[in-house]
């Protein structure tokens, strides 16, 4: 095909563009807007080609050097400068982000294998269960720049041999398929990210764009009529799918993703004039920057930020997006792509700067390890912890209990993850000894069929066992007093018989009404005073629109607790109600510090300070009171 500029396929840049801020911004208004990026994949494909192919016909061979060269000068420089944003304000402006994971997303971004990165990120329960990286749409720019790697090499050995675009042709093809198929077998409903982030799974797209380059000019145009009517079919499917897939349509995997590649190249290859409109092209020619900015953006800009929601928030996102993605173009991206008044050694430099962040970046996850809410942290300083209400020398006797093993008086920590960073994080006290039995990732509700930040989980498979390790860890422990927190897996929807529900709703409380009762029974089985921490509000994180999802709204957290407040009255036991919410939202509302310290880690989790500052200064005194009677 030619090598002229085409309008219309900076007008196509401007649609994908426009259907990944949609998916991403107001996902019930465009759902499968995210195929933007397999639009973006088979003009990657198409362009990088027809480039290549131009330039050995016109010179006789492809210079690698002065390929990768222009690659380098056309995309780092605004790489770089997205990720030293998130690497340097991402810990103030994005505080539910763990640091450690973030910065290697920064490093796995500069170093082009984010999707792989992405692929096996999910390595431990709080990485699994957090709000969504603000690089982790870098994946496609990892996926793009192997292809830019590697694809030269290939070509340049196809070229040697006899008919070269019609090897380059059938190869790709070929490719394609192997590529779908390769999809098809890998894909795992419950694990779907293998197939979806993928190079080998996703190269189906670049390469049909690449079969798409090697089809001379003449042969299209000798089939324009038949071309237009594919490729207004090609439109109508592309609109379709975007208005009717979702991510976990498992048609996409069966050879969906495929169908849009074909799609995308009839309407590459035969494209309608009003792509080329002004505000079209405009919006392409920036549309590199404005996906690299506008996931972080977003990010920051969210509805706890602006106080917007909806189309409101949605507006004000793309707005800055788009105004940033402007600036990086004009002052930033042209000027180094064009060389004006730059260095000639200008990709080294962008080299040399990708480097500098990637070392910062490095540099910063050795040292934030400690704050991780899965890594046993040190004890706070004792200079730094308020005093826990006079501590006494020694250990007063706890309560007289039958069949009480001796020794000071005890504590067990029982509960799901959030009851796990305050065992892992408690200072200690020479009144009792507290023993961590907390499990990441269970709480006591274990119907199977659960929902969780909008899409489909499933329960681990330890959680169904629960009972039985809640019954020996209290025998093994012997307490005095067994403290349960709960905080996260019963404000979740769930589903109960054939409907979906939640607490609040009267035949899911009568269900956890059993379990917390059940609960109660195994903390108290060998005499412990039992006392219930009320769950304290969260903002693990927001919807795309900027509403919460339902398990971090406050009116879960307000049915949750005055279920657990019912429940305590009914029990023969009459256990201890403390309200851990009052302490850690004491306005009524959540909050990240309270009285100056951090008290959550990423919106859930409690924090070291938080606990060692906030939460035992308070707790300590009532847990020594209940067991020893005092």
């Known amino acids: ?48 080609t027809a480039l290549l192919l131009h330039e050995t016909e016109s010179t006789g061979r492809i210079r690698l050097g002065g390929f990768w ?14 990720v030293a944003f998130v690497v340097l304000a991402g810990p103030r402006l994005l505080p539910e982000q763990d640091p450690v994971p973030l910065r290697l997303d920064a490093v796995s ?89 993928g190079t080998d799974t996703r ?40 208005v009717l897939v979702h991510g976990g349509t498992v048609a996409l995997y069966r050879g969906g993703f495929a169908l849009i590649a074909v799609a995308a190249a009839a309407v590459i290859a035969w494209p309608a004039r009003l792509l080329g409109a002004p505000p079209l092209r405009w919006i392409g020619r920036i549309s590199y ?36 993605a402007a600036a990086s173009f ?56 308020p005093p826990l209400a006079a501590r006494p020398s020694a250990a007063p006797p706890p309560t007289a209990r039958a069949g ?31 023993t961590n039995q907390g499990v990441q990732g269970c709480g006591i509700a274990v119907l199977p069929d659960v929902r969780y930040a909008g899409a489909l989980h499933a329960n681990y498979p330890y959680c169904a066992t629960w009972e039985s390790r809640w019954g020996s860890s209290v025998a093994k422990d012997d307490p005095d007093v067994a403290l349960i927190l709960l905080d996260r897996w019963e404000l979740m929807d769930r589903r109960l018989g054939e409907r979906w529900t939640h ?36 903002r693990r994180q927001e919807r795309p629109d900027g509403g919460l999802w339902p398990e971090d709204q406050p009116q879960r957290v307000d049915a949750w607790n005055r279920l657990l407040a019912r429940a305590a009255a009914d029990h023969p036991s009459h256990p201890a109600v403390l309200d851990l919410n009052r302490v850690l939202c004491p306005a009524g509302a959540f909050t990240w510090t309270v009285g100056g310290v951090r008290v959550r880690s990423d919106g859930l989790h409690l924090t070291p300070a938080g606990v060692g500052h906030v939460v035992a200064p308070w707790l300590a005194p009532q847990l020594a009171a209940l067991a020893t009677g005092r």
Do not use: K
């Not at 208004?29 to 362009?47: E, M, N, R, T």
């Not at 093993?405 to 960073?421: A, K, Q, Y």
């Not at 059940?518 to 969260?538: E, F, M, Q, S």
């Open 330 to 385: 004009l002052m930033v991206e042209q000027p180094i792509r064009r060389g004006h008044g730059l260095p000639r050694r200008m990709p080294l430099t962008a080299t040399a700067a990708a480097a500098g962040v990637t070392a910062l970046a490095l540099a910063g996850a050795s040292t934030a390890v400690a704050d991780r809410p899965n890594a046993v942290a040190a004890e706070p300083p004792a200079a730094a912890s």
């Open 1 to 48: 095909m030619s090598l002229r500029y085409q309008p219309s396929l900076d007008g196509l840049r401007a649609v994908a563009l426009c259907g990944v801020l949609l998916a991403h911004g107001l996902p019930g208004w465009l759902p499968g807007g995210f195929l933007g990026v397999d639009l973006f994949f088979v003009l990657s494909g198409y362009l990088i």
């Open 503 to 538: 607490v609040g709703e009267a035949d899911y409380d009568a269900y956890l009404t059993g379990q917390l009762t059940r609960a109660i029974d195994l903390a108290a089985a060998h005499g412990a005073r039992v006392a219930l921490l009320t769950a304290p509000y969260t």
């Open 69 to 82: 060269r222009r690659r380098v000068r056309r995309l780092l420089p605004a790489l770089v400068l997205v």
């Open 203 to 242: 190269a189906c797209a670049l390469l049909v764009g690449a079969a798409l380059a090697a089809v001379p000019a003449a042969t299209l145009a000798r089939h324009r009529i038949a071309g237009r009517c594919a490729a207004v079919a090609g439109a109508l499917t592309l609109g379709a799918a975007a």
């Open 404 to 434: 009480r093993r001796p020794g000071p008086p005890r504590v067990t920590v029982l509960g799901d993850s959030v009851s796990w960073t305050l065992g892992a994080y408690w200072p200690g006290d020479p009144r009792f000894s507290l």
């Open 109 to 197: 971004t500069l170093t082009y294998w984010a999707n792989w990165r992405m692929i096996y990120r999910g390595g431990d329960y709080f990485t699994q269960t957090a709000a969504a990286s603000p690089l982790q749409h870098t994946w496609s720019l990892g996926i793009e720049e192997q292809f830019y790697l590697l694809w030269p090499l290939l070509l340049a050995f196809a070229l040697r041999l006899a008919h070269p675009r019609r090897v380059i042709f059938v190869g790709c093809l070929l490719g394609a398929a192997a590529s779908a198929v390769t999809g098809w077998l890998l894909y795992e409903p419950a694990t779907p990210d293998r197939v979806y982030y």
């Open 289 to 324: 920057g404005g996906y690299l900015w506008h996931w972080p953006l977003f990010a920051v800009l969210d509805a706890e930020r602006t106080g917007l929601t909806g189309p409101r928030l949605f507006a004000v996102r793309v707005a800055a997006t788009l105004a940033v």
